[in-house]
């Protein structure tokens, strides 16, 4: 949505009090969220390992009869070799059954995490609008780095626009970092931001040798298929919504890579599409959100599903939440894994060039991947 040749951040439209959404925001009757978001509040994490579905019964108004309470929470227990075994098998679960699950003991320290939170914060909240918008990412094209607040890139006029606004950095490889187009406020801003990059690469090929193992392959076997990371931070922020039954904060999608490493403060918002329920991911602050992705869906030949989801807003609060993308080069060639294609388990998935798949997402949307 642009206002004389200037694009309008949610967060300015928020701040102007309205009490009915514009009907660019609005979206039709089959994406609206069922009932009204609820803010949760932080819990601590527990330090077992464990699956936490449940299928008890509730007052909620979901038409699913499954209600189940959160997506699965698996304690890695710092890498643990002695544990690796069980672990593995948590995560293979984990994956064939949801596509998205916590982790805990990731290795990745606390401080960094609140610290990504916190300046993240700090940008959207405490720099000036004039200022956040020298940094406005290129809204002619698609994912480019900076600040911006749509996702689809797209002449129709009928798309329906995201309550959210959203910073994008490129982050790797080393050769795609600049962090001179980061926010230089707060101060820590940039150094914070590499350091997060940094511990997030090495949990995502933690991640993926755990998921190539749980399918029996060799623990690269899925990293050597994506190749070097090309890593992506996208800071999201969704202002307070006075419709927030009506609206979508992101609309339901999965993501393009091969894994992503989301982390949330404690207002809540994410959900997760499980045996057609959409399934709220309670925050939990020390935490970190897992997604399979679709690249990571064809590798496997479909034995991993990537996740749908999507974000929903509330009335109360705004909402932060860091994604952290890793995605194959735009030149890879991603096909099944040979190990997992057999007389019994024939290819679902054509080989696509990995710039291909991107760029018919940002011009048809999340359609699906190319099946046989
Ligand atoms: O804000 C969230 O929790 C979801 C973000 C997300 O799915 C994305 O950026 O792709
Ligand atoms: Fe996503």
């Known amino acids: 949505m642009e206002v004389a040749g200037k694009p309008l951040r949610v967060q300015t439209l928020a701040q102007t009090g309205l009490t009915q959404v514009p009907s660019q925001y609005i979206q039709p009757p089959e ?18 390992t464990t699956s936490s579905s449940s299928s008890s019964s509730s007052s909620s108004s979901s038409i699913s009869s499954k209600n189940y309470n959160n997506i699965p929470l698996i304690d890695l227990l710092e890498f ?16 064939r059954e949801w596509g998205a699950f916590h982790v805990t003991n990731h290795g ?60 994008d950095h490129h982050t790797l490889p080393l050769s795609r970092r600049n962090p001179s187009r980061w926010p230089h406020f707060p101060p820590t801003y940039r150094e914070v931001v590499a350091e997060y990059s940094d511990h997030m690469k090495a949990l995502a090929q933690k ?16 990293e050597d298929a994506v190749g070097e990371f090309y890593q992506n931070i996208t800071v999201s922020y969704y202002p307070p919504c006075p419709q927030p039954e009506l609206t979508l904060g992101l609309q339901p999608h999965s993501d393009m890579g091969a ?3 989301l982390i949330q403060d404690d207002v809540g918002g994410l959900e997760v599409l499980k045996d057609g329920e959409w399934v709220t991911v309670k925050p939990l602050s020390d935490a970190i959100v897992v ?65 291909d798949y991107v ?6 949307g999340p359609e699906g991947k190319q099946e046989y």
């Open 31 to 48: 994406n609206r969220p069922r009932k009204p978001a609820v803010t949760s509040t932080s819990t601590s994490t527990s330090t077992t």
């Open 291 to 355: 997604i399979l992705a679709d690249q990571t869906e064809i590798i496997t030949n479909g034995e991993y599903r990537s996740a749908q989801h999507r974000a929903i807003t509330n009335s109360s609060q705004a909402r932060l939440s860091v994604a952290t993308f890793h995605d194959p080069a735009k030149t890879m060639k991603i096909s099944p894994a040979f190990e997992l294609v057999k007389e019994s388990s024939p290819p679902r998935y054509r080989q696509v060039v990995y710039g």
């Open 80 to 95: 643990d070799p002695h544990h690796s075994g069980e672990v593995r098998d948590e995560i293979g679960r984990a994956c």
């Open 259 to 261: 894994i992503t490493l």
């Open 108 to 167: 990745v320290p606390n401080r960094v995490l609140q610290e990504m939170r916190s300046v993240g914060l700090t940008f959207f909240n405490d720099c000036p609008i004039a200022n956040k918008l020298t940094y406005s990412c290129d809204p002619n094209s698609a994912a480019t780095e900076g600040y911006g607040s749509r996702m689809l890139v797209s002449t129709a006029d009928d798309s329906v626009l995201d309550w959210r606004d959203y910073f």
């Open 359 to 364: 760029s018919s997402w940002y011009t048809k």
């Open 207 to 222: 991640l993926l040798a755990f998921i190539s193992k749980s399918l029996g392959l060799r623990p690269s076997c899925i």
